[in-house]
């Protein structure tokens, strides 16, 4: 593979340059000369306006994914209960499903799942894939794996999206690398494109300071995983009475799905004992508070409010507060009643883990912040002025807003 500049065409007008996140094109005497920094992106190719730029040796190859349709759910089960994250992809794939004019199915596999897994019918689901045995017990990825890839190889949806939980994060990689397709971690948005017919799939990069929409061009299914609580559940319909119609249960041969692993138990407080997904009201600090001590404030008014207190990644990193308090991309997506940012300024990256909260209240001395854009309410000002008066305030029985 190799990337080549037409001189004839080339202007040297430098657009490649500005765009490119590598360094890896200079403009030399009038032309666009690109070194070994370039990872064949394709930026300055789409940016070039004299079609000066190409890509060469790649002789993409046409597949037909005609035998391909529908959009697929994992349906993650804890114990015998599904996870809320999967009935909140069922509401956002009903979305995508009815984009493409296609049926919207999905998949359960445990051992005793079938009574909360036909709640998913509720929010749209058209087909429920039911695999149900003693085996599945305990969530293991190597018998998991072959079991999604057993159905989704013979059913063959287009798109099959699943949560991106502690056990989603190893299950789904290992799905796609065994079906050779590609794999969106982490989506905080899905579409369609409605002209070639596939999944927009995006999700912050480069240390959450883009939003970069990815595409599956040249395999089938389309798959992207998405955190808890990023997408909202819609109850459609109340009566699922009609649903066993509906399901299709997958027998297995228990003897084939033996596990390479050796269970030895489960540490429910692995990740701190505090979750602080479990709270209506977060009151969140960021690099604007200046060190460790300065969370006490946060944590008076937190407890005032029946709440808890939260962090941006800057004040994780910066060792104030531990991770498991942490808001955003890399810590805890959250949708609280109250979310107050305090002395945040607003990474996408951090946007993404609580973007959905009912009312977003942000305190900032810079006027400028992005914090401010999705906030419900704004107060510009020092931080340590503001939450005292706030403190103040519901210490005498007022409302906070």
């Known amino acids: 593979m190799e990337i080549k500049v037409d001189e004839k065409t080339c202007t040297g007008c ?3 340059k500005k765009v490119c996140l590598y360094d890896a094109i200079e403009i030399v005497n009038g032309i666009a000369v690109i070194n070994e920094n370039c990872v064949f992106c394709g930026a300055c190719i789409e940016v070039c306006k004299f079609n000066s730029i190409e890509i060469t040796g790649l002789a993409e190859e046409k597949k037909d994914f005609s035998d391909y349709s529908g959009v ?3 349906l993650e089960a804890s114990g015998s209960i599904i996870t809320d994250v999967g009935f909140e992809l069922i ?3 009903r979305k995508l499903a009815d984009r493409l004019g296609v049926e919207l199915s999905a998949v359960a596999v445990g051992s005793s799942i079938k009574e909360s897994a036909v709640e998913a019918f509720r929010y749209g689901l058209d087909k429920l894939y039911l695999v149900e045995s003693p085996v599945f017990s305990n969530n293991l990825d190597d018998i998991f794996s072959k079991a999604l890839v057993q159905i989704l190889t013979r059913h063959k949806p287009e798109i099959f999206l699943a949560g991106a939980t502690w056990f989603g994060r190893t299950l789904i990689p290992k799905v796609a690398a065994i079906m050779k397709t ?4 982490d989506c905080t948005g899905l579409d369609i494109d409605s002209e070639r017919k596939i999944l927009l799939q995006t999700r ?3 240390g959450g300071n883009i939003l970069a929409t990815i595409i599956t061009r040249n395999a089938r299914p389309q798959m992207a995983t998405v ?3 990023v997408m909202e559940k819609k109850i459609i319909t109340g009566n ?7 399901i299709e249960y997958i027998k297995i041969d228990d003897s084939k799905f033996k596990t390479k692993y050796k269970l030895l138990g489960v540490d429910k407080e692995l990740d701190g004992k505090i979750n602080i997904t479990d709270y209506d009201v977060i009151v969140s600090g960021g690099r604007g508070l200046g060190g460790s001590e300065k969370f006490l404030i946060l944590k008076e008014l937190a407890d005032l409010l029946g709440g808890v207190v939260g962090a941006s990644r800057a004040a994780v990193d910066s060792g104030w507060i531990s991770y498991p308090h942490q808001v955003g991309q890399t810590g805890k997506t959250v949708n609280p009643k109250i979310y107050i940012a305090c002395g945040i300024s607003g990474a996408i990256q951090h946007l993404a883990g609580m973007q959905t909260s009912d009312i977003i209240i942000a305190i900032n001395k810079d006027p400028g912040a992005p914090i401010f854009k999705a906030a419900n309410y704004g107060i510009e000002g020092d931080l340590f002025e503001i939450i005292p008066m706030l403190i103040k305030k519901v210490k005498n029985g007022k409302p906070l807003v």
Do not use: M, N, Q
Not at 182 to 185: N, Q
């Open 72 to 74: 697929c759910v994992y």
């Open 204 to 206: 912050p990069t480069f």
């Open 227 to 229: 955190r808890p609580h």
């Open 182 to 185: 590609g794999l969106t971690a």
């Open 91 to 93: 509401s956002e794939g």
């Open 240 to 246: 699922i009475s009609d649903y066993e119609g509906k």
């Open 14 to 16: 430098s657009l490649c």
